[in-house]
């Protein structure tokens, strides 16, 4: 049964302003995409791949913090990995749960802080389009360091280009879409790791998600957020989805910070002051 992998210690409320879920059309056509558009597939496929090249093998222990319904916690689960999800939302949980049958979640308001999270020394954090939502980022990803092994990594996704600034971004509670210099900055203030590495992604549609954007919020509110979850035709969805996977196989050397992407990685890797074993 999915409540025994499932542990509350706290919970926000469904109609919680930092991610509410009691639109039910809108809930429906987000765990849709999560299912099927070329967004979301792809970005795990970049997950997975970049945690490969870092030398994260399946098996080891990941924490997904904000893992909302589980999009990635499924796939790295999927993949090997000895996956946690934390959440703040009972029900998104309970997706998570279902789609993630390995994994083991825990509903809590991460705004509380972690100190009530009874599990320490992950191989890896994971904050995947979290830290765009916080006034305070560099504070979430310490505090994603104090979950992490010295040695460990903190690695996440952030929407990369202010010029793609949309009322999309407003509406999904965005503070920012970050060029690579601007991250750098937040990641550099965090004292108990060192910067490992940033790569913009999905920079092949860059110009199909300006235009996109632009006509998606000439519509009303609800009905905005709703066609920009929308899984394109299949046709276009597996077509938009190999040319980012073609951009992949790009050299290394052309993934520099000086050219952004619609989405940007990071990650550190945490030194002495880090958690020193699982609990």
């Known amino acids: 049964m999915t409540h025994d992998r499932i542990r509350v210690i706290s919970e926000l409320d469904p109609a919680d302003p930092s991610f509410d879920v009691t639109d039910a059309a809108v809930m429906d056509v987000l765990a849709r995409a999560e299912e099927g558009h070329f967004w979301h597939r792809t970005r795990n496929e970049w997950i997975a791949q970049r945690l490969g090249a870092l030398g994260v093998a399946p098996g080891a222990s990941v924490i997904e913090l904000g893992c909302g319904g ?5 796939h790295l689960a999927a993949n090997g990995y000895d996956v946690v999800g934390v959440e703040g939302q009972r029900s998104l949980v309970e997706l998570a749960s279902r789609r993630a049958p390995r994994a083991r979640f825990f509903v809590h308001d991460l705004r509380r802080g972690i100190d009530e999270l009874p599990e320490r020394g992950f191989d890896v954090a994971g904050l995947f389009d979290v830290i765009e939502h916080v006034e305070k980022p560099e504070q979430v990803v310490a505090s994603a360091c104090a979950l992490v092994r010295d ?16 009322r999309i971004d407003e509406q999904a509670g965005h503070r920012e879409r970050y060029e690579p210099w601007t991250l750098r900055a ?3 203030r965090v004292t108990d790791a060192s910067l490992v590495e940033i790569v913009p ?20 509110r609800s009905e905005s957020s709703s066609a920009n979850l929308a899984v394109p035709p299949r046709p276009v969805n597996a077509m938009l989805g190999t040319m980012l996977r073609w951009e992949r196989r790009l050299p ?12 940007l990685w990071f990650a550190l890797r945490t030194r002495s002051g880090g958690a020193k074993g699982r609990s």
């Open 186 to 188: 937040v990641l550099e």
């Open 151 to 166: 040695g460990g990594l903190v690695v996440g996704t952030v929407p990369g280009m202010r010029a793609l600034w949309s």
């Open 201 to 220: 992604f999905n920079r092949a549609i860059v110009p199909l998600l300006w235009v996109q954007r632009r006509l998606v919020t000439m519509r009303g």
């Open 70 to 74: 589980g999009c990635v916690s499924a």
């Open 252 to 263: 290394r050397w052309t993934q520099t910070e000086r050219v952004s992407g619609s989405s």
